[in-house]
């Protein structure tokens, strides 16, 4: 038996209500330097840049993946009756620590240092940190089952699938958390109602009943309306894209900077480097760097700042030659003065493109479908044409 | 100019806050019997059978639509430029008129009535009711013009797309209405931006921005799920046919039931009497049925007013036949005991299909396209297979 | 042992989300005709008048009552193990039906036939209708013991507590309701707090913990609110009193109108004649003493059909007099066109006025004091001074 | 006439809908690097540490305060015609700029430097700063009459009472903000009914009508009760509090930390230290300062970064005195490693306290009264006992 604490432990939490916690483990791990670090780390990269509440931390937003999957293991009888007291535990540790190898502004420090988050995140859980000896004092071998579950090579698929797949407690999380803080209606959908129809089946592990189809539906039509309206917001992508660039040229001119020198370790990055990476150490360099001698890295630094973004436009050929041009002859170097960024968003994921990775319903008969074949709406959607957005980045040319 | 009332008066809505009335004769309209009666007609015939708190009426939602278009003509500054302040003031009155040829249970009337509710609302509008009188009194003409609106005669077609077409008021009002008191968040969407978005052309009337795109593809699907889950209820359908078999009953049967007698007139029911049928005087006639001499029209008219509704199921021959022959064998009279009821709806109908009433969009170069056009989800959504439900009603044998 | 239904039934409700049942009993006495007759009595009397969407009825509100009960017997720890099986599926069935024998306008019908709703209740419950089969179906004894804890004769005080006291299920569930459906914000308060840190303590019953004084204190406010916002406010007066005088009128002129005969039998009522008495019936009464031969009779009702409601002002004596003399000359029944109505509201009753029925709170030492000790927001309340409101209410002279 | 922006600009705000903005002036400073710089201050000191979402910040509460400013100015009919254009741009400056002055973790860096924010808000404004050229180039002499709004120097007293007195945008703001984003409901109270019964009257400025006293009445026990709950929650305070010990140690040692050097300027700090000096900054001091030579830097900073924070229990003479005795016994600096914190909040504080600073209301019958007056429950909250709380801090021993 897992240690209880002596009364349950609640946080107030908009979304939830309630965060609940009765496991000493999970309490530790909360009160851990490294959970705590988490709330240095936004949970929207630029978003926030448009949405201007949107100053949410992966701190609430991990608090809240622990607290889905606590209800789904304690409240979905079939969840509960599949998985062992230890797998319970398990599942609720790793939705708690699934990010927390997140570093500052994560897109753009993955693709200067070429690491997944997710290694880092394996790294903290089994690499002898604090997060490490809070797992193995309350079970040996506690510390490899989470990352298992994070690293998808958990012998019961069922427990990544409660995290990581089309439906999970991360995705419902973060679209319910982010509609809440950008203030849009866009992210909202029925979880009550997912969590009342959700199902355990032999072969396809987490499946939904019939009767939870629309809420599937609207679930999918939030996710995808958050990724136009938020996520993949130009001036978002704008932000991002110029941390980018201060990473690249940071990283390319080798520049002295103590706070960011772990973007030019890279994936060889030690724990402690990691540790102390966080958006309010980059701000802090950021605003050091505006004092550089580093003309380029003087401009980004100060863009960043006081928000004096790119501007953007449709990309197309004609057009990105004439833009590189006018830049060009305005004395802007190209390789940081202007970027070209693509995104594209598919409601759904069918079966036939990600075998491992599917919505699957059980029909009133007792059936399995894939979402796809049990809703028309799904259907359509994946039938359809993609949406995606090409465009470029730049600065106004004598702004 | 139209006389104001002495100051601004507001009447707390949960869906709008306030519905606020400077006018005069808005404020009377609001104040005669006639419109006092739509507090006896509720908004969703039989959806409240199912969601317990949908108990609320036709007189709340017609100050809905009102308050809505109150502020589209003030609001949205292409509108209030493209409509004088007699039109402005007609259309309000028609989008608080609208409803008012509403007899109860309307469906299950009408189609005993072989009459729409649309004649009844311009006959009480026009045919020297107190509402005529109002109106007249206002300004002479002013019924008429009102009518008009509903009826689709007006000459200024953009005032009829604003309480009649694919994106109007009405429906903007009962989708967050029957959201809000069925506790469903399926009917949500964003109303401040859909209002911040539209706009007038020559052409085409009421269209969209393109940056009002997500938010009328969220009221599409928003108003899709709204049917499924809320309108078109299997218990709902069980409910309203019922109705319809007790008032198909009463008619064929010509049963004395003096509150009804409405239902013998049908088109030629004089205002007065029609003025008289609303939901209370059913439900007490319901109440006196069940003391009825005539055996069939008790039983329906305790299931009525007890909620002993039918069974349902899917709906193919052979399952058709062998219901049939069991309630036959049963002892049970067919015509009044066994009902098919198909529903289907597309989320969109398009301009191909329907050439008067489509949703346009001006894009960013100024060009206008249908909606499906501009939007990949709602060109999927017309172009994938179309939901349909086909269900048989029947009573429970041995029940 | 008792029945439980063969999956956990859930009706969608805006202010609990769900309403939860797993009960046999509980569900059947949902289904059965003299619950199913709650959703012909709306909740607030003359509320809508003003807020017109709060037209939700008992039936919504008894089902709210029975969902925070369930969910006290379940989830607060202290009250799960003060409790017995049996005593939680009666205290359950108590709050479902502790509403049942409210007729139609209760105060007003209360005030001509001389008999408390109490009392319809418990015969309705104990008198051999379908509700006592049902529950004595599902065991022996259960409808005495569901009346008891209604009128207060429990052995356990503290099941009575649960439904009956200044901190109990039936004005929790009341005051979120009502302040959803009129859409004020007076209403709200924290009912999850009160639910976590609600107690049993052997000497008093049901206490709180010190941590939910500030919850409590809200609560107490809210409750204030709403009686004077809402409950309290002169036009739902208006339209409670005018009732009040039309059922007065029908008993002293004894006047023909069947569907209101209980109003003559008052406390003799049979239950049948009792059951038909709703406010569907009453509407239809009023509808038909339009056209009455008495014409007092025939404008009282014209009055509340047509909503033609009583003007009102503070009274004194002065001013009392003075509209009387213009009232009699302008030739109006004083006895049916005049009325005086005095309400008083303290936000909480202490201990010392009313023993049986305090807020007691746990002290951090593990003390236990009156809420009025532990608060000084409540203490302050009720030392301070009382509102009350007396107004006269009349006909519009000339109007 | 003040310049307008080309269409009006609206930022989508959870609290409000939208932040609407149509000044170039306006929004010529929301895009100053200074009002920018409030995105890197918290709205709510340590609060956010028991509260985990209340991370938003300045910079969303200033553009609040704008938007209340700015409906007041031109929904309440009074104000409207009480200002002219010129004093309307500025109050509503007045309102976006009142907290531009802030520093990180305001109270605990005012109380080592011995400079109110206020002083540091004016600076900003009028010492030629970016901020000073936007309102001086928009309208010469603004920057000073801005600032006298939020210094009280401003001729026209209504202009300061909207953004500070006892009923102002500032309060408005702060409680539904924090409402929100703690996801308490405490500070929810009814901001359209407050708006709709503001009036101006000729000797008192700002005042409320009769109608809106219980919307008052509301407020301010939300107030109350956020101070109680958020803003007084000993978690916080202790959070604080460590703060406020580690800027001492960093004053008294006369430490070597650039990033905070400004706390050793005080009230001499040039503006250009000022503005580096924020949330940001200061956590990335603490992390290096994890590293300092010094015990107690090293180790405050330690409890800062990782939430290690002080306990707490109520002060009395006895009590105080047995746990200074333990931590001198353990080792423990007192000068750093323990303090008494008092705090203490009337719901209201009336005329005869404060003379300039009241709540008046117009009585139905054209007096004004003070709120105290008018409403009882204000009335006996302020003859009531007041609500103190005293403790005392210190850490765990052997902890």
């Given at each position: ?8 432990k ?26 705590q ?24 937003h991990s608090?809240?993946?622990?607290e ?12 509960r009756?599949?998985l062992?007291?230890r ?27 070429g ?5 880092f ?13 809070i ?114 040229r940071?990283k ?16 060889n ?31 980004l ?19 990105d ?5 006018q ?73």
């Open positions: 038996m897992f240690e209880r604490t002596p009364e349950v609640v946080l107030r939490d908009p979304v939830h209500g309630y965060i609940h916690v009765d496991l000493r483990v999970v309490w530790d791990v909360i009160n851990s330097s490294w959970f670090r988490l709330r240095r780390i936004r949970q929207l990269g630029g978003a926030y840049m448009v949405y201007h509440c949107a100053e949410h931390t992966r701190f609430s608090l809240g993946v622990y889905i999957v606590r209800r789904m293991v304690t409240e979905v009888e079939d969840i009756e599949a062992s007291e797998e319970k535990v398990t599942v609720m540790l790793a939705a708690l620590l699934h990010d927390c190898g997140h570093g500052p502004y994560s897109h753009a420090l993955e693709s200067v240092t690491v997944s988050h997710e290694v995140t394996c790294r903290i859980i089994e690499e002898d940190t604090e997060i490490t000896r797992l193995e004092r309350c079970a040996p071998g506690l510390a490899k089952e989470t990352a298992d579950v994070i690293r998808h090579t958990c012998k019961n698929p069922l427990m990544t699938q409660l995290i990581s797949s089309q439906l999970d407690a991360d995705r419902m999380d973060y679209l319910l958390r982010d509609a809440y803080f950008t203030g849009t209606k866009y992210g909202v959908f029925d979880l009550e109602r997912i969590l009342r129809t959700l199902r355990v089946n032999g072969d396809k592990g987490l499946i939904i009943k019939k009767s939870g189809v629309f809420a599937v539906e609207y679930y999918i039509m939030a996710r995808y309306h958050m990724y136009w309206q938020v996520y993949y917001h130009p001036v978002a992508r704008s932000y991002e894209g110029i941390i980018h660039l201060l990473f690249r940071l390319e001119t080798n520049a002295e900077q103590p706070l960011l020198k772990g973007i030019m370790d890279g994936g990055m030690d724990l402690d480097t990691f540790f102390r990476m966080d958006e309010y150490t980059c701000s802090c360099a950021f605003d050091m760097l505006a004092d550089s001698d580093d003309g380029i890295l003087r401009d630094a100060l863009r960043i700042r006081d928000r004096k973004l790119f501007k953007y436009t449709d990309s197309d050929p004609e057009t030659q004439r833009i590189r041009t830049l060009a002859q305005a004395g802007y170097d190209l390789k940081y003065y202007w970027f070209r960024d693509t995104v594209a968003q598919n409601p759904y994921t069918p079966y036939t493109v990600r075998k491992d990775n599917a919505i699957w319903v059980r029909m009133e008969d007792g059936s399995v479908r894939e979402i796809s074949e049990a809703s028309n709406i799904v259907y359509s959607l994946i039938h359809g044409p993609a949406n995606d957005d090409h465009k470029i980045f730049f600065p106004e040319i004598g702004g």
